[in-house]
């Protein structure tokens, strides 16, 4: 046994001079490299893998590996002067730091119905039950609100007035009211909007006292409880100016519901509160203006909705969008959208900038919750692992249609995150983004990709998407925020969404036969033009700026930003398939007439470019 022990001694003793004498000749740097991985610039040499042929995104990983422990710092750059020629910066991944100026907007940001973290959650998300603050009439008690507000000083708060349903009216207003099977109230009926008015104005002059409270939600109709209503699991209405088929054929039948009433009723409850906020009156938030309802009984009620929009925004009223998880809906004029034919048999979808100042100082929300390791999420939107693509998707379209506030659900996204699109960084990104105006803006973006649309959701309003159709389809190219786009690319990047997988939930403009979509766009030169009013406010002269390019490195290739007649220094890419993002300083001279202000070369081959963004180095 003795014998044995002292082989066995000896062994170890010999693997270990063995391994020490490996590590004092391994190059200088290697395990700072193995232990703390570095970007690579331009400058530096870098080893180049075979080039990979299929542009194949990288995929989630599992949950309980994909999650980190605490959220990351968000991390920003000191605004410094930009050099051209410089050093490029890469990073694995996508790049969301902002200059180091960069703050929350006054009018914009992330509001939750739950606790969130309190560095980029903005407001808090508040219901207003009719019943339990105006027991008995002409009596009004809003100290439990009143309290919830000041226990949280600093946040902005968002209202919602339950006036819509049975189940959270009072028992002396039911008396005088109608409601259907499900318990919404009859809004058409007579007298509802007499009953509930001076509720509203009691509610307006809560506002004014409390000047954080930067949105109140206009609910009309949509009360329905599937069941008792002390059990507020069961409540499936929340005032969202909507009714399915079954209901509306209800209101019709039972109540006299018709599409003269609907304009005619609507617009007088619209009145009793735009009465009552007078000066506040763009903290209001109308809750729906694209469609009342859908199959053939709606199409005379939705055909009111665009005469109910106009009447609604001439009054100074903001509004909100719903459902932006499905990120290509919301394609109306009358939210500023427009359809720009571009090459390739596809168009831009851009913001008419007109539409944005109107609305700018308006709450103009959306609502971006459908997220989360929860049943009713997977049961609509499909797995947990397609989550982090669909709420950067989203997100960055609520930028682009420029809604300043979007509502989430804050205890669904504390453990979301992605080791590419790095989530918890981009929610810190959207809360000092979201809300900004081309006077503070400290980025402008454009996502590329190619994205299909039903043709029949735009053939009404957009004749010029015939440039961009094929067959029951048209193609968007991109959207952005105060860039735009050009060049002679192709749809790079496929990203699919089965209908085993809930079509990632896009069911309701997707095609038929669609079940995919394009996150890049691939091509050897992207020029690129920032909006003239944002650069002749923002840009003195020469206008420092980082263009930070994310793209999927799937070939070797030689990158470079190009202004008039000077470049960068060139970025050798790997060409092993993996997303980066890179950072070119330069001191940009924008044209200021609509002409390309700077461009994006490939030298060798073709970059898949996914996304854009400039960031302005002076504030």
Not at 411 to 435: A, C, I, N, S, W
Not at 441 to 461: H, N
């Amino acid at each position: 046994m003795k014998i044995l022990k002292n082989i066995l001694f000896i062994i170890l003793l010999g693997g270990t001079l063995l391994a020490l004498t490996a590590a004092l000749l391994m190059p200088k740097g290697f395990y700072d490299d193995l232990l703390y991985p570095k970007t690579h610039t331009a400058s530096q040499p870098s080893s180049l893998a075979k080039p990979i042929k299929t542009t194949q995104l990288i995929k989630p990983q599992a949950r309980d590996t994909q999650v980190a422990s605490k959220p990351p710092a968000f991390q920003q750059v000191k605004a410094e002067p930009a050099r051209l020629n410089s050093q490029v910066e890469v990073i694995e991944g996508m790049d969301w730091r902002l200059p180091s100026y960069a703050k929350r907007s006054k009018n914009g940001g992330l509001i939750s119905e739950t606790a969130g973290a309190s560095d980029y959650v903005r407001g808090d998300f508040h219901i207003v039950r009719w019943d339990k603050t105006n027991p008995s009439s002409g009596q009004y008690n809003f100290t439990e609100l009143q309290r919830a507000l000041d226990r949280a000083p600093n946040q902005q708060i968002l209202l919602r007035p339950e006036i819509y349903s049975r189940c959270e009216a009072p028992a002396w207003a039911l008396k005088q009211l109608r409601h259907t099977q499900h318990g919404s109230l009859i809004f058409w009926d007579s007298q509802y909007a007499g009953i509930v008015e001076p509720f509203i104005k009691a509610l307006a002059n809560f506002v004014r006292k409390n000047p954080q409270v930067i949105g109140v939600q206009l609910g009309i109709g949509d009360g329905e409880y599937r069941g008792d209503c002390k059990n507020f699991a069961l409540k499936d209405g929340w005032g969202e100016f909507n009714m399915n088929p079954q209901e509306l054929k209800e209101a019709e039948t039972n109540f006299g519901f018709t599409p003269e009433k609907l304009e005619s009723s609507t617009k007088k409850i619209v009145n009793v509160f735009a009465n009552a906020f007078g000066a506040n009156v763009s903290k209001l938030v109308f809750n729906n203006l694209e469609q009342f309802s859908w199959n053939a009984i709606a199409e005379p009620y939705n055909q009111r909705i665009p005469v109910i929009a106009k009447y609604v925004l001439d009054k100074g009223i903001g509004a909100r969008d719903g459902q932006v998880e499905h990120w290509m809906r919301y394609m109306h004029r009358i939210l500023g959208m427009q359809v720009k034919p571009a090459n390739n048999g596809t168009c831009s979808l851009d913001m008419d900038e007109r539409v944005a100042d109107r609305f700018s100082t308006r709450y103009w929300g959306t609502e971006n919750e459908f997220y989360g390791d929860l049943d009713y999420v997977r049961a609509e939107h499909g797995s947990y692992q397609n989550q982090a693509y669909r709420f950067l998707i989203s997100s960055l379209r609520g930028l682009q249609m420029r809604r300043n506030y979007s509502l989430i659900f804050a205890r669904g996204m504390e453990k979301l995150d992605h080791p590419v699109y790095k989530t918890q960084e981009f929610l810190r990104y959207l809360d000092k983004t979201m809300g900004k105006l081309k006077n503070d803006t400290p980025d402008a973006f454009i996502l590329l990709g190619e994205r299909y649309v039903a043709d029949y959701r735009l053939a009404a309003e957009y004749p010029e998407r015939k440039a961009c159709q094929v067959k029951d389809r048209v193609a968007f190219r991109s959207f952005g925020r105060w860039i735009t786009e050009t060049s002679d690319s192709k749809p790079a990047m496929r990203i699919n969404m089965p209908a085993s997988d809930k079509l990632w939930g896009q069911g309701y403009y997707l095609p038929q036969g669609i079940d995919y979509e394009y996150a890049a766009r691939s091509s050897q030169a992207f020029s690129f033009n920032l909006n003239d009013q944002l650069t002749k406010t923002r840009c003195n002269g020469d206008c420092p700026v980082e263009v930070k390019v994310t793209y999927l490195d799937s070939q070797q290739s030689k990158l470079s930003i190009q202004t008039d007649n000077k470049k960068t220094a060139a970025l050798a890419t790997k060409g092993d398939g993996k997303l980066r993002t890179a950072t070119f300083r330069i001191n940009l001279t924008p044209s200021h007439n609509n002409q390309a202000d700077f461009k994006l070369i490939a030298n060798i081959n073709p970059v898949n470019l996914m996304l854009l963004r400039v960031n302005f180095l002076q504030q």
